[in-house]
């Protein structure tokens, strides 16, 4: 069960790359705002926000990544690393939908895996 936490926070760590370049680099390019339902004019004056939030991404991508990468050498080192990344990524999501019912499937979208993640690396822990 440890290879598929780590595979699955490998995939949770790409997603989140992916979300940060669309925060973070791409933010008022008309296809992102597309992808997050905003406007040029909302864009622009969301666009500090953005880019903070996409780095907060890019970081819990980096924990996911490292803790994937190093849990086959070092199984406590790797799992803590991958369990609180990715559980950062699935309370993020849940903070998401609780906070805005409409926004039910960005947070399925940027949850599911972390989830599967925390819950492949519990049982690998067992």
């Known amino acids: 069960m440890l290879i598929v936490a780590c595979v699955l926070a490998a995939v949770a760590a790409l997603l989140h790359v992916y ?3 669309l925060e973070s680099v791409r933010w008022e390019h008309p296809a992102t705002r597309r992808v997050f339902g905003t406007s040029a004019e ?3 004056t969301t666009k500090g ?3 903070n939030q996409g780095f907060y991404n890019l970081f819990l991508a ?3 990544a ?3 990468v190093v849990a086959p050498a070092d199984r406590a080192v790797g799992l803590t690393l ?5 559980g950062s990524m699935l309370a ?12 039910t ?3 399925l979208v940027q949850g599911t895996v972390p989830a599967l993640a925390v819950l492949a690396g519990l049982v690998a822990l067992a």
């Open 19 to 21: 979300i940060f370049v």
């Open 42 to 44: 909302t864009a622009a």
């Open 49 to 51: 926000l953005a880019y």
């Open 62 to 64: 980096v924990g996911a």
């Open 66 to 68: 490292a803790g994937a």
């Open 82 to 86: 991958l369990l609180f990344a990715c």
């Open 92 to 103: 993020a999501a849940l903070v998401l939908l609780l906070s805005d019912r409409s926004k």
């Open 105 to 107: 499937r960005a947070a």
